[in-house]
């Protein structure tokens, strides 16, 4: 069903829950932390059509080399890079975040939005980490229970979902904190994504791709299904986004 998957998500404006509001808030921790004003080299790991990483681009004095598996996505984000003039400062490079084609040491910053469950996060710190300059910066969003003691409708889920597609499970803050402070790094900031960011910028519009897909496919049994596995996601949220979302986190190399 990748081609299904490809068909839904090229349509939409973000690939994932964000915004350039948080996008702007993230970058800003780190410029209060570092007080930089150096050129700075900056890894977008994951960076989809690029929504957040024009607004990095509009922010930051330096380079951003942005990396995606899909060419579809990058072509999207070409686009936006030629419209808002800033080619100059972004450099596209299709390529597997499990096997990318950098030196050690090559970056101040890594920025991954929504894009580091496909490691794990724990391995995703572990095995990023060796692309940073020292006392560089990681930059993640990644999905987290917020409360202790969720349904079992939700956990459930959550459980039956990692475990088919043989990631980790989902964590908690205080294991992430801990996962951080174990990798080698320092907790600069972190705050949460609101929910209202969901709807907006990604679960409205994929609402309406399902819509459109499921006209387009109505007799195609195995694809309605597939269909019904994201909206599924949706109603899930609608019912316990008290419990868990997306957490920003900006963390520094331990020197």
């Not at 080619?87 to 596209?92: I, P």
């Not at 387009?216 to 609608?238: A, G, H, N, T, W």
């Amino acid at each position: 069903m990748e081609h299904i998957f490809y068909e839904i998500f090229e349509q939409l404006p973000r690939l994932g829950p964000g915004s350039n509001k948080s996008t702007r808030n993230a970058y800003n921790a780190i410029m209060d932390d570092s007080n930089e004003s150096k050129s700075l080299d900056l890894l977008d790991i994951g960076c989809g059509t690029g929504i957040h990483t024009l607004q990095l681009a509009k922010m930051i004095n330096g380079k951003i080399t942005a990396l995606d598996f899909h060419q579809a996505f990058l072509d999207t984000f070409q686009k936006h890079l030629n419209g808002e003039n800033l080619s100059d400062k972004v450099q596209l490079i299709k390529g597997d975040m499990k096997e990318m084609p950098f030196e050690s040491k090559s970056f101040d910053i890594i920025w991954s939005e929504g894009a580091i469950f496909i490691m794990g996060f724990k391995n995703g710190l572990r095995e990023w980490r060796k692309f940073l300059k020292p006392g560089g910066y990681m930059v993640l969003t990644d999905l987290f229970w917020f409360k202790s003691d969720p349904p079992s409708e939700i956990r459930s889920y959550f459980e039956k979902l990692y475990l088919d597609e043989g990631l980790p499970g989902v964590l908690n803050q205080d294991q992430a904190t801990g996962i951080i402070r174990e990798s080698g790094y320092d907790l600069v900031n972190q705050f949460q994504l609101p929910s209202d960011v969901w709807w907006d910028s990604f679960y409205n519009p994929l609402e309406e791709q399902l819509k459109i897909k499921r006209g387009k496919y109505k007799d195609s049994p195995d694809v309605l299904s597939f269909i019904d596995s994201f909206q599924e996601e949706i109603e899930m949220f609608r019912k316990y986004s008290e419990y868990y979302g997306y957490n920003f986190y900006i963390i520094k190399l331990k020197s």
